[in-house]
């Protein structure tokens, strides 16, 4: 089984390259300057590093979660978008810096994975509960965050290795879930079960990616999460379907737009596969093929 270490490390040189090697090579004098200049100790990394080097410790008594990452636009967008939605049901931000965003821990922070599959349906009430708590949450006059149509166009590219259909589906339905949106909110952007921790008898957001946008996109980055084990259960298509069918009874949005946003995402996150060189058959491929069955 790959470590949690070297997950971090292949993304990191898929994505950066050679950056990345060097980055890597300087991260523990940098932890050491960052941890002395804010006052840190007992610094442990995460057990599921993905994108960003996280370390849970101590800043005096406080329990704190030091991110840092390679990307510093990202983690601009991640501090911006959780002082947005200070009391809106995410984590707080201590301190941020290019590259840098230290926060408060949420204790005692395990993550809605633990309720799959057995309580997924009391996982979906509470995603939709924070979601209501989310896009209350005023839109800022912020430059740093993105709209979904500047990421959804990455549709609009050449990409060989996905079947014609499958591209011209995502981009027609793309086209009218845009023509036809409710008023922009801030969106999470990728609110899936590993990113809402329990905190002592409440449940906060961390990760916000920082995106204005229809509030129904918000729901498909739960439904086809957690990567890979939803797509190992044997049950799989017919949870995506109950999922589909929960949400809309839960937020009131139309099960069609629901599953619409989940195939356009689909789409959508396969070609950021491609783009990140995932070795073998893409989840995000397994995924849409899994979604066109539900037609």
Partial sequence: MISSWETFVKNTTNIYGANGEEWLGKLPQLTIEIAAKYGLSQLTPV???SYNYVLK???DQREIVLKIGLDPEALAREAAALRAFAGHGTVSVVASEPGIVLLAQAMPGESLTSYFPGKDD?????VSVLMKRLHQAPITTSTVFNSIEQWLSALDQECKEIAAPYLAKARSLRDKLLATSSGPVLLHGDLHHDNILSNGQDWLVIDPKGVVGDPVYEVAAFIRNPMPKLLEHPRAVSIIRHRINQFAANTGYSRQRIQDWCYVQAVLSWIWDLEENVVGKP???????V???LD
């Fill in 57 to 59: 410790g101590l800043q």
């Fill in 291 to 293: 979604l066109s069955c």
């Fill in 47 to 49: 057990s599921n590093l």
């Fill in 283 to 289: 989840y995000h491929q397994r995924f849409t093929e």
């Fill in 122 to 126: 009391e996982a979906i009430k509470i």
